[in-house]
């Protein structure tokens, strides 16, 4: 069964920094793209990043390019983003995703996401 | 970056109505199109991928349909579980992005 699992949100003050992981098990790890999307409260869907099965390749949404870097480690079977010089409106639900065999650029297993609050 | 948008952006419909929701993108993907469902509180699930593919273990009443700008999910006769936020997400190209999402509830 595909499970992915995310840990690391909580509450961080606006320019603080945050490490999200992802848990993944039950499909061969490096052989699927990752990402990461989420929602703000009461808001839609924003995707925030993806990486490439081999880790070679990464894509960022402009809002959170040169703040955020998307990282893997095969090993483990874990998934993290580092969340640099945070803002108001990064607080949201970071949801970790699948990517399918299809390009890697749609998602077809979600966790059930972890809040990330940047306030003072 | 291609613009997705949605329409309505609610409705409310009966038990065994069928219901149609539009998604359209600022330029042509072909079947890049994606179908999410998220429900209250809970992550979202994928429901149809390449526009018209159903997704394994979603029930037969959803479907897909369109190329190109233009998108429609149709659930054929709502049923109470069903009650949701639907978005689409083009999976053309990055950046990815997703529609504003639809909320469907029963009358």
């Known amino acids: 069964e595909v499970q992915v699992l995310e840990s690391g949100g909580g509450l961080v003050q606006p320019g603080g920094s945050l490490r999200l992981s992802c848990a993944a098990s039950?499909?061969?790890?490096?052989?699927?793209?990752m990402g990461w999307v989420r929602q703000a409260p009461g808001k839609g869907l924003e995707w925030v990043s993806t990486?490439?099965?081999?880790?070679?390749?990464?894509f960022y949404a402009d809002s959170v390019k040169g703040r955020f870097t998307i990282s893997r480690d095969t090993s483990k079977n874990t998934l993290s983003v580092q969340m640099n010089s945070l803002r108001g409106e990064d607080t949201a639900i970071y949801y970790c995703?699948?990517?399918?065999?299809?390009?890697?650029?749609?998602?077809?297993?979600w966790g059930q996401g972890t809040l990330v609050t940047v306030s003072s | 970056d291609i613009q997705m948008t949605q329409s309505p952006s609610s409705v409310s419909a009966s038990v065994g109505d069928r219901v149609t929701i539009t998604c359209r993108a600022s330029?042509?993907?072909?079947?890049?199109l994606v179908w999410y469902q998220q429900k209250p509180g809970k992550a979202p699930t994928l429901l149809i991928y390449?526009?018209?593919s159903l997704q394994s273990g979603v029930p037969s009443r959803f479907s897909g349909s369109g190329s190109g700008t233009d998108f429609t999910l149709t659930i054929t006769s709502l049923q109470p579980e069903d009650c949701a936020t639907y978005f689409c997400?083009?999976?053309?190209?990055?950046?990815?992005?997703f529609g504003p999402g639809t909320k469907v509830d029963i009358k």
């Open positions: 995703a699948k990517g399918s065999r299809r390009a890697g650029r749609d998602f077809d297993y």
């Open positions: 039950g499909f061969t790890f490096n052989s699927y793209a």
């Open positions: 990486i490439s099965g081999s880790g070679d390749d990464t």
């Open positions: 330029q042509g993907i072909s079947s890049w």
């Open positions: 390449a526009a018209s």
């Open positions: 997400q083009q999976s053309n190209s990055f950046p990815l992005t």
